[in-house]
Nanobody
Framework: QVQLVESGGGLVQAGGSLTLSCAAS????????MGWFRQGPGKEREFVAA????????YYADSVLGRFTISRDNAKNTVHLQMNRLKPEDTAVYYC????????????????WGQGTQVTVSS
């Protein structure tokens, strides 16, 4: 089992920045791909970004490419999502997740999820 706890959400004006963090505990020795997803009001949960265990590969949704950066520190069992030039449409609950296998873009391939952290971007 892996436990994931997100932090860093909040209220920010459009154009601003936030950094989300995800702390992992439990069976952190496994080489999970870590991902960030989000779910806006009335919307389905959607892929935001993912990073392989070594950090050699990263993946982004088109909507955040060039604005968001995912990173990880395996020594500290943490994953971060740096979000710049935020837009009102980025408003959502952001979830950290750990994937065992399968496509990084598919929520169904992630076995472990955090409780989420709210990000609200005002216009």
């Amino acid at each position: 089992q892996v436990q994931l706890v997100e932090s860093g959400g909040g209220l920010v004006q459009a154009g601003g920045s936030l950094t989300l963090s995800c702390a992992a505990s439990g069976r952190t020795s496994s080489r999970y791909v870590m991902g960030w997803f989000r779910q806006g009001p009335g919307k389905e949960r959607e892929f935001v970004a993912a990073i392989t265990y070594t950090g050699s590969s990263t993946y982004y949704a088109d909507s955040v490419l060039g604005r968001f950066t995912i990173s990880r520190d395996n020594a500290k069992n943490t994953v971060h999502l740096q979000m710049n030039r935020l837009k009102p449409e980025d408003t959502a609950v952001y979830y950290c997740a750990a994937r065992v296998s399968g496509s990084v873009y598919n929520t169904q391939n992630y076995n472990y999820w955090g409780q989420g952290t709210q990000v609200t971007v005002s216009s």
